[in-house]
Nanobody
Framework: QVQMVESGGGSVQAGGSLRLSCAVS???????MAWFRQAPEKEREGVAA????????WYSDSVKGRFTISHDNAKNTLYLQMNSLRPEDTAMYYC??????????????????WGQGTQVTVSS
């Protein structure tokens, strides 16, 4: 079973930055990988995804221009650079991955492997 461990969450003031990391226990090449977030009493939301075979990326409208997803195949690690953070970005952030074909990269039901999450809190 694939192990995925997120780190880098924390508390920051609005306008600040954080960089999330997701260490994966197996190779990450030619996989769809993504970051999701879930705030209390809200549905899990896809914020960014990447196909590691081509480094093609996708973003939700809510984070486009502020967040950047990237990966390092040599380190089997996924990243999410988050800039210009807003209070509405407050949530638990999860990394996810799949080796299957994905029709909608920001929908959680396509992903098989998940981390435990890291909390991001943005204060105004």
């Amino acid at each position: 079973q694939v192990q995925m461990v997120e780190s880098g969450g924390g508390s920051v003031q609005a306008g600040g930055s954080l960089r999330l990391s997701c260490a994966v226990s197996r190779y990450t090449y030619r996989r769809y990988m993504a970051w999701f977030r879930q705030a209390p009493e809200k549905e899990r939301e896809g914020v960014a995804a990447i196909y590691t075979g081509s480094s093609t990326t996708w973003y939700s409208d809510s984070v486009k221009g502020r967040f950047t997803i990237s990966h390092d195949n040599a380190k089997n690690t996924l990243y999410l650079q988050m800039n210009s953070l807003r209070p509405e970005d407050t949530a638990m952030y999860y990394c996810a991955a799949t080796s299957r074909s994905v029709l909608s990269v920001l929908r959680p039901n396509y992903y098989d492997d998940w981390g435990q999450g890291t909390q991001v809190t943005v204060s105004s």
